[in-house]
């Protein structure tokens, strides 16, 4: 056991290790959110810690005649996993984007605009501080003056 198995092994721990830690976080904050993005990046780092435990704990020499589909599998995974990376960090980039645009707000009644905090972005009422005009922050809305409550 020389050196270039020793760092094998290393790099291989290190990868594992990595992807749990991964997974540890990732896990709650889809909780949270129910964000596809995380949910696809979190399938990756799965079919990761996948071929990192087969190819580790069964070496392909020990296999003999059913390498073909071995081998097979592995490919397989590794195509999904290349593929389940970039459409998560997509989703998640695109959800990111939304939020960006939905942080700016213009009063509807007195004109003037203000850049909020994802915390006041997430309220569904914002009071303009100029003209105390409430206003829906909501995505339905749109970010429209509320109105007096009518009357049924």
């Not at 830690?21 to 990046?41: D, Q, S």
């Not at 997509?90 to 645009?101: G, H, K, Q, T, V």
């Not at 003037?112 to 569904?124: D, K, M, N, Y």
Request: aromatic share 16%.
């Amino acid at each position: 056991m020389g050196l270039p198995h020793f760092l094998y092994n290393a790099a291989v721990t290190a990868q594992i290790a990595g992807a749990v830690i991964v997974l540890y976080y990732l896990y709650p904050a889809y909780k949270r959110t129910k964000n596809k993005g995380l949910a696809c990046i979190g399938f990756g780092y799965m079919l990761a810690l996948f071929l990192k435990f087969f190819s580790f704990l069964i070496p392909s020499k020990s296999l003999g005649s059913s390498y073909y589909w071995y081998y097979n599998l592995i490919q397989l995974v590794f195509i999904a996993e290349l593929v389940a990376f970039p459409v998560g960090f997509i989703l998640l980039l695109r959800s990111w984007m939304r939020l960006e645009a939905a942080l700016t707000l213009t009063c509807p009644k007195c004109g003037t605009g203000w850049e909020l905090t994802s915390r006041e972005a997430a309220q569904p009422l914002f009071i303009c501080p100029q003209c105390d005009t409430p206003i829906d922050t909501g995505k339905e809305t749109g970010g429209r003056e509320l109105g007096p409550a009518k009357e049924k």
